[in-house]
T-cell receptor, first 116, second 113 residues
Framework: GAGVSQSPRYKVAKRGQDVALRCDPISGHVSLFWYQQALGQGPEFLTYFQNEAQLDKSGLPSDRFFAERPEGSVSTLKIQRTQQEDSAVYLC??????????????FGPGTRLLVL | TQLLEQSPQFLSIQEGENLTVYCNSSSVFSSLQWYRQEPGEGPVLLVTVVTGGEVKKLKRLTFQFGDARKDSSLHITAAQPGDTGLYLCAGASGSGGYQKVTFGTGTKLQVIP
């Protein structure tokens, strides 16, 4: 079956624009994660969904960041009034169940966002 | 905030050499994972270690979880150009009813043919 897909793969935005990043998890996966990755660094946790419920949004850097997963499958990460410091790769990952110890997260290829 | 420090940050070696990457933290984790990430792709899971002192081997890669479950190491024997990539350790802690993963700072490995 298909893996996790993300779109667009690349996005260039002018400072102040709003952007929306899409994640299609593996079909049937309960858990969905968003991460932000700076160049050459490890991913940093942004938010976690269990089905349609957003259980943890502690990693969202500001109230300009908003994520949703209304039907428990596709998720969208929205960034309002983008700033240059938002430039990064945004990764989405899904796992089959409730993310218990040792469960595998499957990552998408990421969306590379550049804010000019 | 849980912090996972990896060392070295960068490593450039000749094909056939051995290397070890370290992952250290002051926090205890329920499990420790290692990923490899290639440019333009997401991280891919290599292994998960759960028990303190556990050693797992995956072909030329040997992974070890520290006795206190705070640190880990990845040893590669006879490195090959295909091993080139960004290696990430990630600690999992199970608060809030799900497994929250904290990634390390990363080790960028280049294996020169």
């Amino acid at each position: 079956g298909a893996g996790v897909s993300q779109s667009p793969r690349y996005k260039v935005a002018k400072r102040g624009q709003d952007v929306a990043l899409r994640c299609d998890p593996i079909s049937g996966h309960v858990s969905l994660f968003w991460y932000q990755q700076a160049l050459g660094q490890g991913p940093e946790f942004l938010t976690y969904f269990q089905n349609e419920a957003q259980l943890d949004k502690s990693g969202l850097p500001s109230d300009r960041f908003f994520a949703e997963r209304p039907e428990g499958s596709v998720s969208t990460l929205k960034i309002q009034r983008t700033q240059q410091e938002d430039s990064a790769v945004y990764l989405c990952a899904s796992s089959a169940r409730r993310g218990k110890t040792g469960e595998t997260q499957y990552f998408g290829p990421g969306t590379r966002l550049l804010v000019l | 905030t849980q912090l996972l420090e990896q060392s070295p940050q960068f490593l450039s070696i000749q094909e056939g050499e051995n290397l070890t990457v370290y992952c250290n933290s002051s926090s205890v984790f329920s499990s420790l994972q290692w990923y490899r990430q290639e440019p333009g792709e997401g991280p891919v899971l290599l292994v998960t270690v759960v028990t303190g002192g556990e050693v797992k081997k995956l072909k030329r890669l040997t992974f070890q979880f520290g006795d206190a479950r705070k640190d880990s190491s990845l040893h590669i024997t006879a490195a090959q150009p295909g091993d080139t990539g960004l290696y990430l350790c990630a600690g999992a802690s199970g608060s809030g009813g799900y497994q929250k993963v904290t990634f390390g700072t990363g080790t960028k490995l280049q294996v020169i043919p």
